[in-house]
């Protein structure tokens, strides 16, 4: 059975960090993409950065390039998503998801068929 379990969000100023983990199991970690999603209340759930392992091939959305970085410890079928420099509208349900062979583009939630309960990251102002 896959499973993806996110853990590290919460509260925090604008200007701060939280790191988010992904932990997968039921599947290849290195057969698949695996990508972290956003839906904030009255909005449509967006992309935000995907990675596959095998080749370290990376993609982020332009509203976040320069402040997440995206990482993966392969021994630990874990990836993690480094926020910096957070502002109020990073405000959003953070979904981890997994199930596309690469990292597509333009990251939609098409490909990706297995996702996590999601956590939530509020920032302040």
């Known amino acids: 059975e896959v499973q993806l379990v996110e853990s590290g969000g919460g509260l925090v100023q604008a200007g701060g960090s939280l790191r988010l983990s992904c932990a997968a199991s039921g599947f290849t970690f290195d057969d698949y993409a695996i990508a972290w999603f956003r839906q904030a209340p009255g909005k449509e759930r967006e992309g935000v950065s995907c990675?596959?392992?095998?080749?370290?091939?990376?993609s982020y959305a332009d509203s976040v390039k320069g402040r997440f970085t995206i990482s993966s410890d392969n021994a630990k079928n874990t990836v993690y998503l480094q926020m910096n420099s957070l502002k109020p509208e990073d405000t959003a349900v953070y979904y981890c998801?997994?199930?596309?062979?690469?990292?597509?583009?333009?990251?939609?939630?098409?490909?990706?068929?297995?996702w996590g309960q999601g956590t939530q990251v509020t920032v302040s102002s």
């Open positions: 998801s997994a199930g596309a062979l690469w990292c597509p583009v333009t990251l939609t939630t098409g490909p990706f068929g297995a």
């Open positions: 990675i596959r392992s095998s080749d370290e091939s990376i």
